[in-house]
């Protein structure tokens, strides 16, 4: 049902492909295809809080910090 699709949303770049803009590309692809497919989703996005780089990916695509969770994993829950 397009009006209710909700999904999460990650994507992981090895380190020798760091800094040459593979993370925003395959992070703004992806979300892009998302909303082609399902206009009114509601995606949802984890990044580890100690990775700044994946956080301003993730913020300069529009998502925006929801929460921190303390547990487990220690990630930066986003929402779009």
């Not at 800094?19 to 395959?26: A, I, S």
């Amino acid at each position: 049902d397009n009006d209710n699709f909700r999904c999460g949303f990650f994507y992981q770049i090895i380190r020798e492909y760091w800094n040459n803009g593979y993370g925003f590309e395959t992070a703004n692809a992806l979300l892009n295809y998302i909303f082609e497919k399902h206009p009114h989703a509601v995606v949802i996005a984890d990044a580890v809080v100690n990775n700044p780089a994946s956080i301003k990916i993730l913020t300069k695509i529009g998502f925006s910090q929801t929460c921190i969770e303390e547990k487990g994993f220690k990630n930066n829950g986003m929402e779009l």
